[in-house]
């Protein structure tokens, strides 16, 4: 029988009760690898722990990545990581730069930015003594193109792209890749949200706000959370263990932004 490609290996995903990242961890599950997830919900942490097939392969905890001291302490539980994921992420609110107030400005910095450098700072002792790993941090296409009426979230994004190049620049030496993956539009509940959102601020309809983000991708479609994952899974493996400091996106090539 062919070894999976991930057996035995330890991975740390953040906000990953639902969504992106549970389908990562799926998806590091399936070839092999044992995945912890954290998230706010508690709710939907013991459904995941509650459930048989994750028994022994997804183990779950509630934790507040915004907090430091909570991301410290949890990470003082593990002797041994092969290597996190960094998903933790929120929309932010959908307004015009002059009208956005500085608690939505500050909350969506902290969530989006802020837990990535709080999760990267404890894993990464555990990564120089393993003497490799992987870390990968989920930005979006909005941190390369800027998203109009979602200047925080975009700020954000991009402050993760810097992020990530700089981390894999400094940890080169200890053999961790550090990559960004950059999705695009993903099907499903949020992106609804932030459709409905945009079209009420710009007095459109939620339709042809969708229309037009589809016209504005190469492949006029959105992306899965399953491509997400499967991009995640290709970077965590040997075969990408010559690829550090990349963006990669997953978007069906973003022509441009609205």
């Not at 070894?3 to 990242?21: F, H, M, N, P, W």
């Not at 932010?92 to 939505?104: E, Q």
């Amino acid at each position: 029988m062919k070894t999976k490609e991930l057996q035995g290996r330890k991975y740390i995903i953040s906000a990953a009760a639902d969504g992106i990242g549970l389908s990562i961890a799926k998806k590091i599950n399936e070839h092999g690898g044992i995945v912890y997830v954290t998230d706010v919900d508690e709710k939907k942490i013991k459904l995941i722990n509650s459930q048989n097939k994750f028994k022994n392969k997804i183990f779950a905890s509630k934790l507040d990545s915004t907090n430091p001291n909570e991301v410290k302490n949890y990470f003082k539980s593990f002797k041994k990581i092969d290597g996190i994921i960094n998903n933790v992420g929120i929309a932010g609110p959908t307004n015009y730069l002059k009208n956005v107030t500085i608690k939505d400005w500050k909350q969506t910095i902290d969530t989006n930015l802020n837990s990535h450098f709080y999760f990267s700072k404890f894993a990464i002792p555990l990564l120089i003594k393993n003497n490799k790993g992987c870390i990968i941090n989920i930005s979006s296409t909005a941190g390369l193109f800027g998203f109009a009426q979602r200047s925080p979230y975009a700020a954000s994004k991009w402050g993760i792209i810097g992020l990530t190049k700089t981390m894999a620049i400094e940890l080169g030496k200890n053999k961790i890749r550090v990559n960004a993956i950059c999705p695009g539009s993903v099907e499903g509940d949020r992106m609804n949200r932030v459709i409905k959102a945009k079209a009420k601020l710009i007095k459109s309809n939620p339709k042809k706000v969708k229309k037009e983000l589809e016209y504005m991708v190469s492949l006029k479609s959105f992306v899965t959370k399953e491509d997400i994952a499967s991009m995640a899974l290709f970077l965590l493996s040997d075969k990408s263990k010559n690829i550090s400091g990349q963006i990669m996106t997953v978007d069906g090539n973003t022509e441009r932004m609205i």
